[in-house]
């Protein structure tokens, strides 16, 4: 594959995974115990989509969709989302770059990148929320965190048993057309 085709190549995913999370970031299953909160599916892709190509600029799939719907929801989490999100995509790829997933030492490196990253984004949005809105929000936000990020690891780490195939079917998509 030449350097423009590598590159359109790389475009186009970015593109299309970027859109797929953006609208990913509006649906939501909301719940109400012990806190009221939601659980988001875009988390599930974001990490996805980094672990399967762990290069820097698919950041942007992590990190410009998720603002984008925060600025169109709540626009007050804009900049902790950008910087938990650069922050957490940083220990995915760090952490998963050079596995292999072919053997269980992988998928736990994997486990504990993804709880290091979540860990990442609950600690920058309570600090966040503590500045804007106090203590009490700041640990309500911890908990409904939490139930997000004990949802989106286990669902993470099920897909990703599939990530070699995923990825050669992307790899195979693009480089035909």
């Known amino acids: 594959m030449n350097k423009n085709h590598k590159l359109i190549t790389n475009i186009s995913i970015i593109s299309i995974m970027s859109a797929l999370v953006l609208v990913t970031s509006f649906f939501s ?11 988001e599916f875009a988390d599930v ?11 820097w600029p698919f950041m942007i799939v992590a990190i410009v969709p998720l603002m984008i719907s925060d600025l169109i929801q709540l626009p007050i989490y804009a900049p902790a989302t950008f910087v938990s999100r650069v922050v957490s995509t940083l220990i995915i790829i760090v952490m998963t770059k050079k596995l292999t997933f072919n053997n269980m030492e992988s998928y736990f490196i994997l486990f504990l990148s993804l709880l290091l990253a979540s860990s990442s984004i609950i600690i920058i949005y309570y600090f966040w929320d503590l500045i804007i809105y106090g203590e009490s ?41």
């Open 29 to 39: 299953i909301k719940y109400s115990a012990p806190v009221q909160g939601e659980i």
């Open 45 to 55: 892709i974001c990490f996805l989509l980094i672990i399967m190509y762990c290069k």
């Open 137 to 177: 929000v700041a640990i309500a936000d911890i908990i409904g965190n939490i139930i997000q990020y004990v949802v989106v690891i286990p669902i993470v780490m099920v897909l990703s048993l599939k990530i070699k195939t995923l990825k050669e079917i992307s790899n195979n998509y693009f480089s035909k057309n």
